[in-house]
């Protein structure tokens, strides 16, 4: 698989949700990463998005679907992570029944995402490693969320689980609309339904 149709793919999943990366307060987004921006300039936007949705790689996967994939599954393993620690850190009853309800969720998303990834063949590796991405925690939240107990720890759970909540059902409206393997779409549709009920707790819990 062309890796420039890849990143044109990320390029398109993010122009869809609204950004690549963004400061952690929520400011001016942060520049692509150096090999999106290079795809960005060798492809013209529409060959882009044609390639991104019709060429099929390993797997039968398409760009899109493998670009989705790969930004999925380290967003479940990190949010996966986070609710795991709220047995023991959360001071707020409703943080620790909501990370409850939504852990087996998380884990069942991942082993999906999993499954379909092991089609491709490739290496699992964090190809996002230290990007500072909508819905992932940039080592700095990682470190504060390592720290925190009680009600510190409620407030950045309740945080990351909103923004990754959102920026999820968003990339799977994207990767309903781009992609190109029929799997990887109803997984993104799966997701996508999935979403408001969580966000809806997520609210009851204060968040």
Not at 11 to 35: M, Q, V, Y
Not at 100 to 123: I, M, N, Q, V, Y
Request: hydrophobic share 45%; aromatic share 2%.
């Amino acid at each position: 698989m062309d890796m420039k149709a890849v990143a044109a793919a990320v390029l398109l999943l993010a122009a869809a949700t609204g950004g690549c990366a963004a400061s952690a307060d929520g400011g001016t987004p942060a520049p692509p990463p150096a090999e999106a921006a290079e795809a960005a300039e060798a492809t013209q936007p529409t060959q882009a998005t044609q390639d991104a949705s019709a060429e099929a790689g390993p797997g039968g996967l398409s760009p899109t679907d493998l670009a989705w994939v790969q930004l999925m599954m380290p967003m479940d393993d990190q949010i996966g992570g986070m609710l795991a620690l709220a047995p023991e850190r959360a001071a707020d009853p409703g943080v620790r029944k909501l990370a409850a309800r939504l852990a087996p969720d998380c884990a069942s998303e991942l082993d999906r995402l999993r499954t379909l990834f092991r089609r491709t063949g490739l290496p699992e590796t964090n190809v996002h490693e230290g990007h500072d991405m909508p819905g992932m925690l940039n080592p700095e939240e990682q470190r504060a969320l390592r720290a925190a107990t009680g009600p510190e720890f409620d407030q950045l759970v309740l945080r990351n689980l909103r923004e990754y909540l959102e920026q999820s059902a968003r990339l799977a409206q994207s990767e309903q609309q781009a992609g190109g393997d029929a799997a990887v779409r109803a997984l993104a549709g799966s997701i996508g339904q999935a979403r408001p009920a969580q966000l809806a707790a997520l609210d009851r819990a204060g968040g």
